[in-house]
């Protein structure tokens, strides 16, 4: 059982790719120490479930639109006069070759890993600002350092997201907000979905000798939206049981 606990008490919290995997455990956790928090998912159905077992509010968002993201930090801080934390885990899939990727396979991972990225962190910004209060989390990935066949637009996506953790972070200290991402390695669906010889193969290849659960992912992302990381920010955390050493 887990013994590190959090007090997010009258913070309010939006995370995206909520309605399922990581994200979903991400706002079980803040959920449970307090906060409100805002599932939100392209998938309304799924995400409307997902919202209603944790007793939080979910919201169905196209995070590759403007109009629709500003509309989303309107409503958060219409229903509750806040925000302070924004986890930007939204995300697709278009794995092909290189050769293989057309120019639709590309920008619709860019737009939607990235660009959600950018969207959300800036529509937050001005919220935050007035506060002199606001965590920004971004996920990125061990793929977005080293690169994976099949994958170079989720590579550049996530390489993206380094370059913007590290620049927003410089820009946006000064107002008292932090922007810092991790790098997960979770059993996830993804992960279950590989055969068994071949995850096992993969799982031996890292340090620990397994994937992180979910919780230990949302453990790394609830720290560094805390109030006690206040003084961490331009960091991407590797929480990958040392498969990037």
């Not at 958060?76 to 806040?82: D, E, I, L, P």
């Not at 932090?178 to 979905?193: D, F, L, Q």
């Not at 096992?200 to 397994?210: C, K, M, N, V």
């Not at 992912?217 to 109030?227: D, G, P, R, V």
Request: hydrophobic letters at 45%; one cysteine or more; glycine letters at 10%.
């Amino acid at each position: 059982m887990p013994n590190l606990t959090f007090d997010f008490a009258g913070r309010t919290a939006i995370v995206t790719g909520a309605a399922r995997g990581l994200g979903l455990e991400f706002a079980r956790l803040f959920r449970r120490s307090g906060a409100e928090v805002f599932l939100v998912d392209a998938d309304a159905d799924e995400v409307g479930l997902a919202a209603d077992e944790l007793g939080a509010t979910g919201v169905a968002c196209d995070v590759t639109s403007t109009e629709a993201v500003e509309a989303l930090v309107d409503r958060v801080v219409t229903a509750t006069g806040r925000l302070d934390v924004v986890v930007n885990n939204a995300g697709i899939l278009r794995d092909r070759r290189l050769w293989k990727l057309s120019d639709q396979d590309w920008a619709e991972v860019l737009d939607v890993h990235l660009g959600g990225t950018f969207r959300l962190t800036r529509a937050a910004v001005p919220v935050f600002r007035q506060q002199r209060y606001g965590r920004v989390i971004n996920v990125t990935s061990y793929t977005g350092l080293r690169g994976n066949i099949g994958q170079a637009n989720y590579g550049a996506a996530k390489a993206g997201i380094i370059g913007f953790t590290k620049t927003a972070a410089k820009e946006l200290a000064a107002f008292g907000i932090t922007v810092n991402a991790i790098s997960p390695n979770a059993e996830t669906r993804m992960i279950g979905s590989i055969p068994e010889e071949k995850r096992l193969e993969l799982a031996a290849a890292i340090p620990l000798g397994r994937f992180a659960a979910p919780s230990e992912i949302a453990a790394a992302t609830a720290f560094l939206a805390s109030e006690e990381a206040g003084y961490v920010t331009g960091v991407v955390l590797p929480v990958d049981g040392g498969i990037s050493i």
